[in-house]
């Protein structure tokens, strides 16, 4: 788990995690700490953020799974959990964050900002990738701030960000498991509510999953599609 920071807001640690390092963030009014990892020749960046999953799930080490082949793709990557401790522990009891999309997508755009304005990362464009509250967090926030938030992929609860969907205008790739049919259902009624889009998005079922993170084979395929996705629409800001 990555646990929160009290540092001021554009500080950073020397940390090295693998090849990545610890720094802390701005999100609107909150300090996040979050794992920053960027190739030589980045061209954009994905925001990895991650909500309040369940016991069973694997948010960090899959998300670490997606840095690497975003590494491949000259894409850096931001890996931040949206809530400190004290929230996920008062979540424990009221169950008051988890499902909490606007909270979310506040802090989803306080990061984007503080990137564009860190001096580091100003020149990358900015995507964002959400599973279960979070992916209709990352939708809700495309929508408020095109601007920011350059390139969406998305999965999980997506009805949270379902007014919201015929407002967004930036690429974005949605994805489902091909053996849960209210997955499935979902995305494609989601998918369907991209008016603002034509040839700039994309549904994806994942053969022979029940979830999207199940297996290494599911798991490779979320992250070849989504690292060509990213890939293609995330350019340098010049």
């Known amino acids: 788990m990555i646990e929160s920071s009290n540092t001021p807001t554009g500080s950073k640690t020397d940390t090295e995690l693998n090849d990545g390092r610890l720094i802390s963030v701005g999100a609107g009014a909150l300090n996040l700490s979050a794992i920053l990892h960027t190739p030589p020749h980045a061209r954009g960046l994905v925001i990895l953020a991650n909500g309040i999953e369940d016991s069973t799930s694997t948010p960090h080490q899959d998300a670490l799974a997606l840095s690497r082949v975003f590494f491949n793709n000259n894409l850096a990557s931001l890996l931040v959990d949206l809530f400190i401790i004290e929230e996920q522990q008062m979540d424990q009891q009221t169950a008051f964050f988890r499902y909490n999309a606007d909270i979310m997508q506040q802090r989803l755009i306080g990061l984007a900002d503080w990137l564009l304005q860190n001096q580091e990362t100003a020149n990358f464009s900015i995507g964002c990738f959400g599973s279960g509250a979070c992916g209709a967090a990352a939708l809700i926030a495309a929508a408020h701030r095109p601007d920011a938030i350059h390139a969406v992929a998305a999965t999980g609860q997506l009805d949270l960000a ?56 599911a798991l490779a395929e979320v992250t070849r599609i989504t690292g060509e996705w990213f890939a293609r629409w995330l350019i340098p800001i010049v």
């Open 162 to 217: 379902q007014q919201y969907l015929p407002r967004i205008t930036v690429p974005t790739l949605l994805l489902a498991p091909e053996k849960d049919s209210a997955a499935v259902q979902a995305n494609q009624q989601a998918f369907e509510h991209l008016e603002g889009l034509t040839t700039n998005k994309q549904f994806e079922k994942i053969p022979g999953a029940s979830s999207l993170f199940e297996t290494s084979s």
